[in-house]
Every structure is written in C-alpha cells, then in structure tokens.
C-alpha cells in the first residue's frame, strides 16, 4: 500500500523541483530546509494559538492526534513533524503552517460527525501543502518572508506580522494547481496509511452542500482559493477510480 505514496513523494514537477533547489541551495540541504520551515513555523503556531481558543474538545482533540500520528508514519522524510490542533471556531475551516503545524476548526470536525477517514483526509491535504512546501512558498512569493532568512531563522520573525494582519490570511492563498496537488498527494497519503481514501470524495461534497446554507455563507471568503468541488472531485475519481 505505501509503494504508490513513495512513489509520488519522490516524483518532482517542475514547480517542485525548482522549490526545492531554492531552499536547499539556502538552508544547505533538504534536512536543513526542513528544520528551518519548522522554526518559521513554530513562530507563527505560537500566534494561533495565543489568539484562538485551543483543545475545546478533548475526544475531537485525542481523535486528531490519532490521526496525524497514523498519517505521519506513511511521509517518506522522518525528519517532517507534524502538529495536529484543535481550535474552537464554528466555520469549517483547517490550515497549515510551515513546519508541518496543522490546525483544524471545531466546526469541520463537526462536519465530518467525528469520522476518522473524513478527517484524515483535511489532515492528509494540510499536510501535503507543507510536504509540497506550499505553505513556505506562499510567504517567500508574497515578500513576507526572505528566502535568505531560512539559512538562519531567527525566532519572533512573523509574529508581529501575523498579529498585524490577522489568522485570516493563513486560510487563503493557495493557487488551484496547488489545491489539486494536496487534494491528490493527500489521498495517497490516507491510502498509505490505512484509511478509507474514499471519504475525500464523500467529504467534498458535503461541502458542496454547505454552498446552499445560509448559515455558512462566510465560507465565501475561505473558499475563493479553493478550486470548485466538482472540479476536485472529479479530479479525485479519475485518478484514484473512486466510484459514486
């Protein structure tokens, strides 16, 4: 099961292979760069959890740490560590920071009714923005962040920016090419690990669903990055073969 994952983690696109050249021609070697995302990150994970409420539910906390620490046994570099959060907010919502600090709303775990495979996939997704070093590349491309600064990462860099601009800006941003890629990579991830990969599908279209509530028109906002769901679902059927 984990050798079609392997796989993909040691397959490079161009965009890939050309993130990773810029970090490790900086940071001296991919476990450099690894180690130097986790410092930006842990910076940044401090502010989230200064300004949000953390753990509000232990079950839907002990369930997310199950999780990440299943999903983290099937990513091919040990030196990735992952941080699965809780935080208490209504909206379906989760995102990543570098580093591998992953935080997920008390809202989606709702959605998901507590599911393990539905939440493995949010998980498996953050944690392929990271793998893929989306969530590093996206504050390098919007001049928040230097890459010179990874080859020496000083601590408290980002938290005055983030306290500045908010935790809203950490939800968006990423394109659709890189949507698609942790919605793919996140898939092989689960299916590596175990879960039922199916539930990507069965997810994303509850999501579809919450477009017609009213009481969810803010995810307006969170989801304008996000390509549409037909569009990642079908993505999703064609290549893993999932059926209705």
Known sequence: MKTGFYRFG?????TYRRARWMWESVAG???DAIRAEHSVGRDMA????EQTSCQPDDDGQALLNEIGQQLSGSVRN???RFTVTLVGEDQPK???LPGGFVFVAQGLVQLCKHDRDELAFVVAHEMSHVIRRHAIDRLVSQKILS???LASPGRGVLAPWIRKVGLHWLERAYSREQEFEADELGVLLMRA???HFEASVRLLHRFSDLDTESHYSSLGAYWSTHPPVGERVGKLRQRFSIGD
């Open 78 to 80: 040990r030196l990735h």
């Open 10 to 14: 040691r397959k490079a696109g161009i």
């Open 46 to 49: 401090a502010v989230v959890r």
């Open 147 to 149: 890459v010179a600064s």
């Open 94 to 96: 989760a995102f990543a």
């Open 29 to 31: 070697s991919e476990d």
């Open 193 to 195: 690990s175990g879960f």
